[in-house]
């Protein structure tokens, strides 16, 4: 399997999914027009990947801002996860949120409860990350 690698806009995020170290990272904002488009490569490669896992898969979620349509395929995203698990393939979930951003840390909770899969909640000072990334 290849890497899968999409570059940030403005309305889609990064996303880097790496099928050889089994690391995942999808961050930025996640509003796209349409979220079916944008999403489908990625699902699609998901299933690819379920039907192949040989190794421990670890997803890092930093997302500033997702709408409606986006996060019915995240979950979708995660769902897939739960195929792993099925496999007996250790996963887990690390779950990026800004300390200010209460929002944003329930919807992942939402999340994880929604699927059987670990996730570990990382807060971090909005703007030290803005400063980082000057």
Same mark, same amino acid.
């Given at each position: 399997?290849? %890497? %899968? ?5 403005? $309305?889609?995020? &990064?996303? $880097? ?16 027009? *349409?979220?079916?488009?944008? &999403? ?8 690819? !990947?379920?039907?192949?896992? *040989? ?23 995660? !769902? ?6 099925? $496999? ?12 200010? *951003? ?7 909770? *939402?999340?994880? &409860? ?6 570990? &909640? ?7 990350? %803005?400063?980082?990334?000057?």
């Amino acid at each position: 399997m290849d %890497l %899968l690698q999409i570059e940030a806009t403005e $309305k889609t995020p &990064f996303v $880097k999914f790496d099928p050889k170290t089994g690391e995942f990272e999808m961050s930025g904002k996640a509003i796209p027009q *349409d979220a079916e488009a944008f &999403f489908s490569p990625i699902l699609e490669w998901m299933d690819e !990947y379920v039907s192949t896992v *040989d190794r421990a898969t670890h997803v890092r979620i930093d997302l500033e801002y997702f709408n409606i349509s986006s996060s019915k395929r995240i979950l979708f995203l995660l !769902y897939k996860l739960n195929e792993i698990v099925d $496999k007996s393939m250790p996963v887990s979930v690390s779950w990026y949120y800004a300390d200010s *951003d209460d929002d944003m840390k329930e919807v992942g909770q *939402d999340f994880a &409860f929604m699927v059987r899969v670990p996730f570990k &909640f990382v807060s971090y000072a909005r703007n030290a990350r %803005l400063m980082a990334t000057a």
